[in-house]
């Protein structure tokens, strides 16, 4: 990808988490990234597959990220599961955090042909299945049903810092994912 592109990606990026996808508009990216309209439609095709790219980009940023956190962990032991709530929770204090991006683009996003919707699930699908791998790596029962109830509590709390700017949510989050795991000491 061209020096353009990259900064087209890493404006849009950063644009579309503090002000909104739809509220963004092309001009606004061209102008703020220093490149033209054409610049952008020949680097990405269209204002849609920028979004996907960006989301794209960020998923694969945050499953490395995550995993490279989770290789410092005890794969066995369920405090694990709840570690990915300490991880998530540091973002939760961060200036700026607007709660989820995917989730967030998913709510902007409605129409389930968006390039970027593919991105979104992907993304959601790949943290289900990791908090179920950690939860059967730890001898929980049935985890497939834990993954899906943790990723319900992560969702909830990245909701609530939206909603109500709650920056204690994910650890509360947390302390319920300790319940439901049956760990008393998170």
């Keep these: ?25 092309v001009d606004t990216l061209v102008e703020r990234a220093q490149v033209s309209k054409p610049t952008l439609y020949a680097q990405f095709g269209s204002k849609e597959n920028l979004v ?11 499953q490395a990220a995550l995993a490279a956190f989770l290789a410092e962990c005890r794969a066995d032991d369920p405090k694990t599961v709840l570690a990915v709530f300490d991880w998530l929770a540091q973002g939760h204090g961060r200036e700026g955090f607007r709660g989820c991006p995917f989730t967030n683009a998913a709510v902007e996003l409605p129409d389930p042909g968006h390039p970027a919707r593919a991105v979104i699930s992907a993304y959601k699908d ?3 299945r990791t908090l179920t791998e950690l939860a059967e790596r730890a001898g929980l029962h049935r985890p497939e049903e834990v ?24 650890l ?15």
């Design 52 to 62: 996907a790219a960006v989301l794209d980009r960020r998923r694969r940023s945050r």
């Design 172 to 186: 509360r989050a947390k302390e319920a994912a300790a319940r439901l795991i049956g760990v008393d000491d998170a």
């Design 147 to 170: 993954g899906y109830a943790l990723l319900l509590l992560i969702d909830g709390a990245n909701a609530r810092v939206v909603v109500d700017d709650d920056r204690q949510a994910m």
């Design 1 to 25: 990808m061209s020096p353009s592109g990259e900064r087209l990606l890493e404006v849009a990026a950063e644009v579309y988490y503090a002000e909104g996808i739809r509220a963004t508009g």
């Design 126 to 128: 790949w943290l289900r």
